[in-house]
């Protein structure tokens, strides 16, 4: 007969596999939005494993999105705090469930992008042009944002900027877990994305990114062992837009000032090499970084753009 150790024992090995999350609820300035209102949520709580599929930009394809899809347009002011919540399961919060919000196994960063969007309740997300908002990594203690999140019950709350255009846009709200990544694929993405109508705001437009090819199985972020003493983490994606920044980044032929945080060393660059005015990666291809050894030069009009110190990117 088993004992109740024993099973207890077992359910603990047996429970990471299962216990994932899902990005269920939003609050404006801490008002409640509603339980599943106004966000693409799946039924099922399982992680996307692979950064190129269509998958990682709203989740919705392997883990198909719960019926009826909220048809909710969440009104967010520019400026205005949010805060994103996450459960084990759709059911919500369940304080006698141990992987509530999350299995505590399940360390990693937290993040937060917008994408501006003609509709924000069209289901076509391919194509969009990705900025990050916010990001919770991980700090000299080792301890993650996703400790983070499970020690706030699930919510992480972040900024909308107040210089970006109002409209609408698709909030995406991701955590990665990182108990399996020391080889790819084996780090788990979970996020979901939410509707909103952005009110207010000026005329910034951010320099962005694509779901997928923000993310590579080879970032630093993404294939790692978080197993041993770690002195930093590498957040994958670019760095988190700022309205203080001084870019211009609505001019695709104007280079973009470098990330806050500084590189060891710079990246390869057109902007090293101005001999090769004719370049031949593509819009959003990857033209630079510490181990990239391929092309260079970015298709006109655009530009390599530093990332971080192991991507560049042309945009
Ligand atoms: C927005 O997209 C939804 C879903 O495809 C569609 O039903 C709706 O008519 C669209 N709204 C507008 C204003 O185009
Ligand atoms: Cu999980």
């Known amino acids: 007969m088993k004992t109740l150790a024993s099973l207890v024992a077992a359910s603990a090995l047996a429970a990471p596999a299962f216990a994932h999350t899902i990005f269920q609820e939003l609050y404006v300035n801490g008002v409640d939005q509603g ?19 269509k998958d990682i930009i709203c989740n919705g394809g392997i883990n198909p999105y719960h019926q009826p899809i909220s048809q909710a ?13 996450w459960h084990h399961t759709l059911a919500g919060a369940d304080p006698s469930d141990s992987a ?15 994408a501006k969007v003609s509709n924000a309740t069209s289901l076509d997300v391919t194509g969009l042009g990705w900025f990050k908002i916010w990001e919770d990594g991980m700090d000299s203690s080792q301890v993650w944002g996703v400790d983070r999140m499970i020690a706030n019950k699930g919510k992480v709350t972040f900024q909308i900027p ?29 996020m979901e994305c939410a509707q909103i109508q ?4 000026g005329s910034k437009q951010p320099a962005t990114v694509s779901f997928p090819g923000a993310y590579h199985g080879t970032d630093p972020g993404i294939t790692i062992n978080i197993y041993q003493k770690l002195s930093s983490y590498t957040i994958p994606g670019p760095s988190v837009f700022s309205c203080d920044a001084s870019s211009s980044p609505t001019s695709p032929s104007t ?11 710079t990246p390869s660059s057109p902007s090293s090499t101005p001999t090769s005015p004719v370049g031949s990666v593509p819009h959003y291809g990857q033209c630079g970084g510490l181990t990239y050894t391929g092309p260079t030069a970015c298709e006109t009009p655009y530009s390599c753009v530093v990332s971080n110190e192991y991507y560049s990117q042309c945009l």
Not at 36 to 53: A, E
Not at 73 to 85: F, K, L, N, R
Not at 198 to 201: K, L, N, S
């Open 35 to 53: 339980h599943l209102t106004g966000i693409r949520v799946p039924d099922y709580d399982g992680p996307i494993m692979d950064v190129t599929s």
């Open 73 to 85: 347009v969440i009104p967010v002011p520019a400026g205005a705090s949010v805060t994103a919540e």
């Open 100 to 114: 509530d919000p999350v299995d505590p196994s399940h360390k990693g960063p937290v993040m937060a992008y917008l």
């Open 162 to 190: 107040d210089c970006i255009e109002a409209g609408q846009y698709l909030l995406r709200v991701e955590m990665i877990a990182l108990h399996g990544a020391e080889s790819y694929p084996g780090a788990q993405f979970y």
């Open 198 to 201: 952005i009110t207010g705001g």
């Open 255 to 265: 280079t973009p000032a470098p990330p806050s945080s500084t590189p060891v060393s």
